[in-house]
């Protein structure tokens, strides 16, 4: 069964670039209320601060 892509909208993104700028890691709880104020499962957003850390090792 293949899976489709997650497309974020453009305020969803900014959202999260402005909480990666300050922290990298996210706590249970933090990732919790984020995803219901993004309107984004857990993860969704477990999986983009994943992606962005690997992003950014891998720039360095």
């Not at 974020?8 to 922290?23: P, T, V």
């Not at 993004?38 to 999986?47: S, Y």
């Amino acid at each position: 069964k293949k899976r489709h892509r997650s497309h974020f909208s453009q305020l969803q993104l900014q959202y999260l670039d402005a909480i990666f700028a300050r922290q990298h890691y996210l706590s249970r709880d933090e990732r919790t209320v984020l995803a219901g104020a993004l309107d984004m499962t857990e993860l969704q957003v477990r999986n983009w601060f994943q992606n962005k850390r690997y992003q950014r090792r891998n720039r360095e």
